[in-house]
Structure formats: C-alpha cells, structure tokens
C-alpha cells in the first residue's frame, strides 16, 4: 500500500515512520527546503521532548479537548518517544516541571533520530514540495497533487501540516484549507500558549523590567470583575517590552483564551496577572524576614536596604508603588509601611490587556473538528483513506512537553 504523509514536523515524521513499520511504501512531502524546522526551535532549541508524568496524567494538562486523544496517548506513549530516541543513542534527562530533554541539550539530535529512522525504513522524503490539493474520488483519497502539478498517487494520506504559529518554520495554516476543501469543519483559530500584553501603567512597568527573570514565583491570572481565579501556576516568568511571557505565562494564555467574554475584560483592564514575590513565605513570615533586615540595614536609607530581598531590577518599581520615602531611615518605617509592602510583594499586579500575535504563538488553538476524526485511527469520518495527525487537528496542551507528545501519537497511530 502507498502512503503520501504531508508536512515534515514531529507528527509527520512519526505518522512516516509507522506506516512505514507496517511495510507500506512512504512518501513524504514537505514545503520547506528542510524537514523539522519547528522542532528545532522548541525548548529554546533543546527541545523538551515529552513529560515525565504517566501517560494518564498528560490529559489533564491538555485543556483543548484532551479526552480525545487517550485512545492515541495508550498506543504510543512517552515511554515510547524515549525508547526510540534511545535506539538511536540519544539520552535523555529530566528537569523541573517533569520535563525530558536530551541529555546535549540540542533539538538537532531528536531530528537526526527521526532522521535516521526513516533513512533505515526507506522512506521517500520530497522537500521544497507545496502540496495543492488531495485528490479524491467518490470520497476516498486517490493521490496528492503538489508543486508544478505533480501527481503522487496514494491508497492513504496523513495530513500533517501543523496550526499557524512560527509561520517562519512552514505552519502558515495551509492544511486547514486543503481540508476545508475536502468538505471538513475548521473550528476558531486562535494563538495558544502565547505572550500577553500588558495595560498602560503596567506597560510602563514592563518595559522597566524588561529582560527580568523570575524563578520560583505564584502567578494567577484573575478577572477582577467577578473576582475570580481563572488560572494559578508556580514556575518561572519574565517581563518584556511588551508584557510577560514564559512558562507560567504561556501555560495561562491557553486558559484565558478559553475564559467567557476574555476581550470585553481585556478592553475593560479588568484582568489581572497578580506575582507572589515570595510564595515560599506567609504574610507574617515575610514581615519578619523584613524586619530582620530592617534591624540589619538599620542605618541605611530605605532604597538601600532591599538588596538582599529583591532582584536588583525589582527595587525601584517596588518603592515607588509602596508609597514609602526612599530617602527615609529604615528605622523610621512605620508598621502600617512595612504591612504595605509586604502586600505588595505577595500581590504585586499586572493589568492584561491581550495576546501577542499568533506567529509568537508556540501552538495553535483551534484546526479540525474532533467529531469528524474517528479517535481510535486518526481516519476522517468524511473521508476514506485520509488521516490526520499533530497540530492541525483541534488539540492543544500547556508547555512542558505535552504538545510535542500530542503530534507524536496522533502521528503514529495515523501511520498505523
């Protein structure tokens, strides 16, 4: 049996080298002049290649329709993607958050181990090819028409094209509209796991803080109108020129996206990103912890007495919203100030007022609608011998691993 997959990410090459395995003829097609270019640039090039987590607890950590991809999650697991890498000689490690990276800390490797994958399994890899259409006949596929009008007959394809983000890398958001043509339903396109923008005095403060990091912080996304959490997290962020972004961010974009009437709160500034500086620390251990360095810095001014509290970027904006003189002895802070700065530092907040555009999204919300793939197979339910795989189906997860392991079993479970 031939198999045409379309697109060269991790849940092409997967959806390759399973169809492959089962002693089909594997053609892939891919539009860039290089396959995984997206791949490349995860994890900040180190790729965090899944999570540690059992398998099982991977779909509470996928809040865009993750039930639908247990039966995928049980026929190719992390345990898996691991094994695969390892056949290759790529180790891997654990960090923080149950994430898994290759021990070189280089994406580069976890291509080269598809790579070499498919190289073994003989199959056909055809890049710089755009493909235009599929070719159907009384509803089932027949073929793949691409660049120059080049035919590729075929008893199945796999389309996987990705979602819209990274547009550099190839995910340009074409296989939504070969699909669309073929009769299936796109749901809402929207950026996912994506930088959010900060309001005007907040802004202001952003740009201040631009470039610092911060480790080890609570953050909540909260809607100050009904004064409701929509999201918490404990992680890592950073201030940019334009808003924050990071893990902790990026994982709460996914749910303020789905948060009812989100851009009618944007518009209104009512929601609110508010840091725990000290989450490690009650209110009334961080007024110790204060007190003593107050006895300690005594005699200095109060502008100098934080060094050992705060990141030195922190210091500035932290006095001038705690109202308090900076030119003032430490020893003649009053208590209701010192109070006042210890709320600060545990609700110190931030007014949001959007996203970043999709092409700085790492992942697309949104694709192909969920009741029209059949779960079990990746096969469309419209259209015989047409499969689907990764981010071009309606499924999207937070960070940490969830997103590449999405497009690994769809991928595999298609090729099968």
Do not use: W
């Amino acid at each position: 049996m031939k198999v045409v997959v379309i697109g060269g990410g991790p849940a092409g090459m997967m959806a390759a080298i399973s169809a492959a395995r089962s002693g089909n003829e594997v053609v892939l097609l891919e539009k860039m002049n290089m396959l995984g270019k997206k791949l490349l640039i995860t994890g900040k090039g180190r790729c965090n290649i899944t999570s540690s987590l059992d398998i099982s607890e991977f779909i509470p950590n996928i809040p865009g329709n993750g039930r639908f991809l247990y039966s995928s999650f049980q026929q190719f697991t992390n345990e898996d993607i691991i094994d695969l890498l390892k056949k290759h000689h790529v180790e891997v490690k654990e960090e923080r958050g149950n994430r898994i990276f290759p021990v070189s800390d280089k994406s580069v490797d976890v291509l080269n181990c598809f790579l070499d994958e498919m190289k073994n399994l003989n199959v056909k890899i055809i890049t710089s090819a755009r493909v235009n259409d599929i070719l159907i006949e009384n509803q089932k596929v027949i073929g793949v028409q691409y660049s120059d009008n080049k035919i590729e007959k075929a008893d199945k394809v796999i389309l996987a094209t990705g979602g819209k983000s990274y547009p550099l890398t190839g995910s340009t958001g074409d296989g939504y509209a070969i699909a669309e043509k073929l009769g299936h339903t796109i749901t809402k396109i929207c950026a996912s796991l994506v930088p959010v923008t900060a309001a005007n005095n907040s802004l202001r403060l952003c740009k201040k803080l631009q470039g610092l990091s911060l480790k080890n912080v609570k953050i909540s996304f909260e809607d100050e109108e009904k004064n409701k959490v929509i999201y918490e997290d404990f992680g890592e962020m950073i201030f940019t020129h334009f808003g924050v972004s990071g893990p902790t961010i990026l994982s709460g974009s996914a749910h303020l996206l789905r948060y009812k009437n989100v851009e009618e709160l944007f518009i209104k500034e009512k929601i609110i990103l508010k840091i725990d500086l000290k989450p490690a620390l009650t209110e009334e251990k961080l007024d110790s912890r204060i007190l003593r360095d107050f006895d300690k810095f005594k005699n200095k001014l109060f502008k100098n007495s934080l060094d050992e509290l705060l990141p030195q970027k922190l210091i500035e904006p932290i006095i001038e919203l705690s109202e308090i003189n900076p030119n003032k002895q430490v020893n003649e802070i009053t208590k209701i100030e010192r109070q006042r700065l210890v709320k600060l530092l545990k609700n110190f907040k931030i007014s949001i007022n959007g996203f970043r555009p999709i092409d700085e999204a790492i992942i697309t919300s949104g694709g192909i609608a969920i009741n029209e793939i059949n779960p079990k197979t990746m096969e469309s339910k419209l259209i015989q011998g047409l499969y689907f795989a990764g981010e071009i189906i309606d499924v999207d997860a937070y960070t940490g691993g969830f997103n590449l392991q999405i497009a690994y079993s769809t991928g595999y479970v298609a090729g099968l």
